[in-house]
């Protein structure tokens, strides 16, 4: 079947569907949400990687120590 010129619906991609607040134009705080959130998520990972980093060379002293006491 071939395509009229005239009726363009559904050329060029998927429109987006909205949320029930994007509607309502909360779009904007949602983003900042998303931000704040992204943010916090940041800051959590870099707290751990620095508690693993100082684990690390704690861990590698226990097990330096196990091994020069077998020996």
């Known amino acids: 079947m071939a395509k009229s010129r ?23 705080a949602r983003t900042a949400d998303r931000k704040v959130a992204e943010d916090k998520k940041q800051e959590l990972v870099r707290k ?7 684990q690390a060379p704690a861990t590698a002293e226990a097990d330096g120590n196990a091994t020069a006491a077998r020996s």
């Open 6 to 28: 005239n009726n363009l619906l559904g050329v060029g991609g998927q429109r987006k569907k909205l949320s029930r607040a994007d509607q309502q134009g909360a779009g904007a």
């Open 48 to 54: 751990m990687r620095e508690r693993a980093e100082a």
